[in-house]
T-cell receptor
């Protein structure tokens, strides 16, 4: 079945640093979505990518969908303590299922 | 906008006891509904999803079942809980194919 893998699973950065996390699907996707879960909370939708090669920005966050629509990346610029949480990508193939990766847990050293 | 109601927020149940978690949705009709489970520090595992009343797709064979008796009501059940059923259970909904998921606040279940 469809699998979504995220790397790395853990990321610890110094405040102000940039970093990138990656998401890879075993199958071609119709769209990919990114969510953020703060500690103790529930996942909250960040963004959706639909087109091959699509790039979207939200302030310091840049999301990209691969040309083959099987991978995606999230780049955070100048990390802040408010960025702390777990970031999930979720891929949708040809059905109603939305399959989540295991998440990338971000901690920030102030 | 959609609002997902889930209760209770926390639950402690003994092994072998039954379980019923309810989720209701406001703000949309005929939503697609989902149950996910998150073990401590882990990812989101899709348990069940439903595209309509009485239509349930099960993703993982396990000790749980789901039902959708009404359009905006989704219930997760178990006849006899196992220790391994402990986790954070999240109900989610979306109105259209390809649209984002909206999650409820979740239920933290501890089976003792």
């Amino acid at each position: 079945g469809q699998q979504v893998m995220q790397i790395p699973q853990y990321q610890h950065v110094q405040e102000g640093e940039d970093f990138t996390t990656y998401c890879n699907s075993s199958t071609t996707l119709s769209n990919i979505q990114w969510y953020k879960q703060r500690p103790g909370g529930h996942p909250v939708f960040l963004i959706q990518l639909v087109k091959s090669g699509e790039v979207k920005k939200q302030k310091r966050l840049t999301f990209q969908f691969g040309e083959a629509k099987k991978n995606s990346s999230l780049h955070i610029t100048a990390t802040q303590t408010t960025d702390v949480g777990t970031y999930f990508c979720a891929g949708q193939g040809g059905s109603e299922k939305l399959v989540f990766g295991k998440g990338m847990k971000l901690t920030v050293n102030p | 906008s959609q609002t997902i109601h889930q209760w209770p927020a926390t639950l402690v149940q003994p092994v072998g006891s039954p379980l019923s978690l309810e989720c209701t949705v406001e703000g949309t009709s005929n939503p697609n509904l989902y149950w996910y489970r998150q073990a401590a520090g882990r990812g989101l595992q899709l348990l069940f999803y439903s595209v309509g009343i009485g239509q349930i797709s099960s993703e993982v064979p396990q000790n749980l079942s789901a039902s959708r008796p009404q359009d905006r009501q989704f219930i997760l059940s178990s006849k006899k809980l196992l220790l391994s059923d402990s986790g954070f259970y999240l109900c989610a909904a979306r109105g259209e194919y390809n649209s984002p998921l909206h999650f409820g606040n979740g239920t933290r279940l501890t089976v003792t």
